[in-house]
């Protein structure tokens, strides 16, 4: 499970370097619009895999401070 998500992951990260290359090309604006949708397809995608396969969330602690004396 955790090998697929991985490698799940790592074609959504090729895909979103692929985009970012594409984007730094001449473009005609139709096919510009269409790389940036599919670049934010891929980097939604990818959070959404990251999400669930690592749920932890780390929170700010706002426990005041006590000195030690």
Do not use: G, W
């Not at 992951?9 to 619009?33: F, P, W």
Request: proline share 3%; aromatic share 4%; hydrophobic share 35%.
């Amino acid at each position: 499970m955790m090998e697929d998500n991985l490698a799940r992951m790592r074609t959504h990260r090729n895909a979103i370097q692929r985009h970012r290359r594409l984007l730094k090309t001449k473009l005609t604006e139709h096919d510009r619009q269409y790389v940036c949708r599919r670049l934010s397809e891929e980097e939604s995608a990818l959070e959404s895999l990251r999400a669930a396969s690592f749920p932890m969330v780390f929170t700010e602690s706002r426990r005041p401070m006590t000195s030690a004396s």
